[in-house]
T-cell receptor, first 114, second 116 residues
């Protein structure tokens, strides 16, 4: 079964600084999708960024970028120029294909300090 | 992105009563519905998967007679927590999947259930 691990239960970053959240996963599949979701206090799941495993280029979305290392099964999220609104719990998620459910990591609670 | 409407957003009920949670996909046909549960300060865990017109498949440890799932149409799925107990208090989130393909996924706003 696939598993997703996030080794940092909590992290903090100073406003305008950069922070990297770690994620590792385990799968025997060669093609799959990886995601980072943000869950603010409202608890609505918000997509931050996604990566298709067959793509070698790391995904970027404005201030958010990933470092995808397929051989190492690592998928870290870098947040640049951190803003107060980035404070939330971030979940790394794996999905085998479109029709399958997500497997979520335990989450990393990010605090942004003014 | 697609619109998913889940309600109620929160509900308080007495032990022994039943609560129904609705999840609607407003602008696409959901052939599959995933129901997740999230306990405080924990991650989302898959409870069950339903396909339109078929019986739901439950994850290990989830009682199918307690968590009744109905997915009778392509735009509506319901989760009924029967004979609720305080340990059922949790945050429940639906995630519909359509047949159109793509990598996007959608989530309902979630339902916070408190059983007293």
């Amino acid at each position: 079964a696939q598993t997703v691990t996030q080794s940092q239960p909590e992290m903090s970053v100073q406003e305008a600084e950069t922070v990297t959240l770690s994620c590792t996963y385990d799968t025997s599949e060669s093609d799959y999708y990886l995601f980072w979701y943000k869950q603010p206090p409202s608890r609505q799941m918000i997509l931050v960024i996604r990566q298709e495993a067959y793509k070698q280029q790391n995904a970027t979305e404005n201030r958010f970028s990933v470092n995808f290392q397929k051989a190492a099964k690592s998928f870290s999220l870098k947040i640049s120029d951190s803003q107060l609104g980035d404070a939330a719990t971030y979940f790394c998620a794996y999905r085998a294909n479109y029709g399958q459910n997500f497997v979520f990591g335990p989450g990393t609670r990010l605090s942004v300090l003014p | 992105g697609a619109v998913v409407s889940q309600h109620p957003s929160w509900v308080i009920c007495k032990s022994g009563t039943s609560v129904k949670i609705e999840c609607r996909s407003l602008d696409f046909q959901a052939t599959t519905m995933f129901w997740y549960r999230q306990f405080p300060k924990q991650s989302l865990m898959l409870m069950a998967t339903s396909n339109e017109g078929s019986k739901a498949t439950y994850e290990q440890g989830v009682e199918k007679d307690k968590f009744l799932i109905n997915h009778a149409s392509l735009t509506l799925s319901t989760l009924t927590v029967t004979s609720a107990h305080p340990e059922d208090s949790s945050f429940y989130i639906c995630s519909p999947v359509g047949s159109a393909g793509g990598t996007e996924a959608f989530f309902g706003q979630g339902t916070r259930l408190t059983v007293v």
